[in-house]
């Protein structure tokens, strides 16, 4: 997958920051998602999982959007996404 790569290539490169725009597009809420997206949702699992180690491979994630509600919940819980800035 590109998520896999893309924090592969991060870590290789380390410490790295990685800039996301549009980042509701990447990792939409799951709750809206129907059974015909749900590789969508397997999308979300798969970052959620890559962003749980960032610190330890030091890598600084920044993301951007301008519809901050339609990101799943889980991103934003504390230990992942720490600072929000409006």
């Known amino acids: 997958m590109r998520i896999r790569e893309l924090f592969d290539s991060a ?3 380390a410490p790295a920051v990685v800039f996301m725009d549009e980042f509701e ?3 939409p809420s799951r709750e809206g998602l129907g059974g015909h997206q749900q590789y969508k949702s397997e ?3 798969e970052f959620l999982a890559h962003l749980n180690s ?3 491979k030091r890598i ?3 993301a951007a959007t301008n519809q901050p509600q339609k990101i799943d919940p889980a991103v934003r819980r504390t230990g992942r996404l720490d600072k ?3």
């Open 11 to 13: 870590a290789e490169q």
């Open 25 to 27: 597009a990447l990792v």
């Open 43 to 45: 999308e979300v699992n």
């Open 54 to 56: 960032c610190s330890e």
């Open 60 to 62: 600084f994630i920044i």
């Open 84 to 86: 929000l800035i409006y």
